[in-house]
């Protein structure tokens, strides 16, 4: 038996992008995935990708709609994993997209909706299942981001957004101490996923530059070579959940290729 035999491991945000590539790491190694989203439509192709690729034993993911900007979203999929599998080993909080452009473009709507998936989403789905997690001794690994770290002035909901959500995970971790519950962030940097394409879409319709000058500019600036995999997300996050990793506790760990300019 493999480490995440039989483990129940919840991906928010599990349809695409990178939620998908960590349920599908997950599931390769034998874990059992639920996925939440709001689109039935994209948790059904997530579905097919994850059996298809993960080989004969993969087991089939469970998926629940739900919109996780509300408080009966989130309670509909703590429910639903309380009423199959009375159990959750590992929650993955990824679930977020927030809008890019000039700050006095952005209505208040955005401003709420953005927090309401992301952070809110985090914190509902971290506290309903966390009576189960406690039980499991297990893990909250939140996705969150390096706009956390580096504030621009196209991405004033996100950086902001991601900074409370980063804040929030390092003071849960004390609390995981307590109840022997792993808590740590990851903060991708920009990963070639159709989210990344659309905050390029939002920030050419900002500037009026074309898509791909900004794509070819940004990595430049950064020095890299490609953009992030979400692959490159689903192999840490797979690692912060293996027991060798258990001492690490309250951690931030940046994946973006070493663009990130700041010591923290």
């Not at 703590?78 to 080993?89: P, S």
């Not at 390096?146 to 004033?156: E, Y």
Request: aromatic content about 6%; overall charge neutral.
């Amino acid at each position: 038996m493999g480490e995440f035999d039989s483990k129940i491991v919840v991906v928010t945000g599990g349809s695409r992008g990178i939620g998908r590539a960590i349920a599908a790491a997950f599931a390769r190694e034998g874990a059992q995935t639920v996925l939440a989203a709001s689109s039935a439509q994209n948790l059904a192709t997530a579905t097919k990708f994850i059996t298809d690729s993960g080989g004969p034993d993969v087991l089939e993911p469970m998926t629940v709609s739900a919109d996780l900007r509300e408080l009966a979203g989130c309670e509909a999929v703590a429910t639903a994993v309380r009423e199959r599998y009375q159990h959750c080993d590992i929650l993955v909080n990824n679930a977020g997209a927030t809008r890019a452009g000039n700050f006095l473009d952005l209505p208040d709507g955005a401003w709420i909706d953005g927090y309401a998936l992301k952070l809110f989403g985090c914190v509902r789905m971290t506290r309903l299942l966390w009576p189960m997690l406690k039980e499991a001794q297990g893990h909250v690994v939140n996705i969150v981001g390096v706009a956390a770290r580096t504030p621009g002035s196209d991405i004033l909901i996100t950086g902001s957004v991601n900074a409370a959500m980063a804040n929030f995970s390092k003071g849960l971790a004390q609390l995981g101490k307590d109840d022997r519950v792993n808590v740590n962030v990851i903060h991708p940097g920009t990963t070639d996923t159709e989210r990344t394409y659309n905050v390029l879409a939002q920030r050419a319709a900002a500037s009026g530059r074309p898509i791909e000058d900004l794509r070819r500019e940004m990595l430049a600036r950064d020095g890299l070579q490609r953009l992030g995999h979400p692959d490159d997300i689903a192999a840490l996050a797979l690692f912060l959940c293996m027991q060798r990793a258990r001492h690490i506790q309250g951690a931030a760990i940046t994946v973006d290729g070493g663009a990130t300019p700041g010591f923290y």
